[in-house]
């Protein structure tokens, strides 16, 4: 187990942030985020996690509705018809465990730019990249940077609201993690990933990182503010979820919700 040191976060993360803020836009790799603003304006959008839930969920029920996807959610696509409009990924090791399949996508893949370093060059000419702030304050507005947090989920939010969905559906987020030790650590995992829809998410013998569901809370908690602060909304139709920040929809209501919107 490879503790997280919050001691050196604090020291480093400033001049990191600040670094990073700067060169993402010296870099011109802000036009696909540019390009993505209003693009679903008033339209549902759906925000698809990894959690074991997805197993029990109909995803094929919803192919064509605008969706955001995270991290490895391509693992699915050999059970079900549905897509994602794109993918976004924040995790460093997640970044490096599955660029290739990143450099390889048709569908529009967003890095986080902190992870530029452990990417090879030729992986980063073909992803899109999106930057963050040192805080965990929502940010409406991508080009600026999405805001920190313990879950990627919180970035797909950000995403979401950017491009002007209302309402957002999410489907796979468990919010039910199970492992020993403390939350935000690297861990080597052992056995058939339990937590995540395919056994091999996190393949035995990998390293994860382990979650923080109370940070997660309070980001989740920031996010749909933010929604409601616009008159928008954000509905939980995770099949059995354990989250309780967003307002419960069952997958069927979800479907009811959509067939009326388009």
Not at 92 to 109: G, M, R, T, W
Not at 144 to 165: E, K, N, P, R
Not at 167 to 172: E, K, L
Request: with cysteine.
């Amino acid at each position: 187990m490879i503790p997280l040191s919050r001691s050196v976060v604090r020291m480093t993360q400033p001049a990191r942030y600040a670094f990073d803020s700067v060169t993402f836009k010296m870099t011109g790799r802000q036009e696909p985020l540019d390009a993505l603003r209003d693009r679903h304006k008033g339209k549902p959008m759906l925000v698809v996690g990894n959690g074991p839930s997805l197993n029990q969920t109909p995803l094929e029920c919803f192919a064509g509705v605008p969706s955001i996807g995270m991290n490895k959610i391509d693992l699915i696509y050999p059970r079900t018809n549905w897509r994602p409009d794109l993918v976004v990924c924040v995790n460093n090791l997640v970044a490096i465990q599955h660029q290739d399949i990143f450099a390889a996508s048709s569908i529009p893949i967003f890095v986080g730019w902190k992870a530029r370093w452990y990417l090879r060059r030729d992986t980063r000419r073909k992803v899109n990249f999106f930057n963050t702030t040192l805080t965990n304050a929502f940010s409406k507005d991508a080009v600026a940077g999405f805001g920190s947090s313990a879950t990627v989920t919180y970035i797909a939010l950000q995403m979401a609201y950017w491009m002007g969905a209302d309402p957002v559906i999410i489907f796979g987020v468990d919010h039910s993690f199970k492992f020993t030790g403390p939350e935000a650590t690297y861990q080597k995992r052992e056995g058939p990933d339990t937590n995540h829809f395919d056994p091999n998410y996190f393949k035995s013998g990998t390293y994860w990182g382990t979650p923080d569901l109370d940070q997660s809370e309070i980001d989740y908690t920031l996010a749909r503010h933010a929604f409601e602060a616009d008159g928008r909304k954000v509905y939980d139709a995770t099949v059995g979820g354990k989250l309780n920040v967003f307002e419960k929809m069952s997958v069927e209501d979800a479907e009811t919700l959509l067939r009326l919107r388009f």
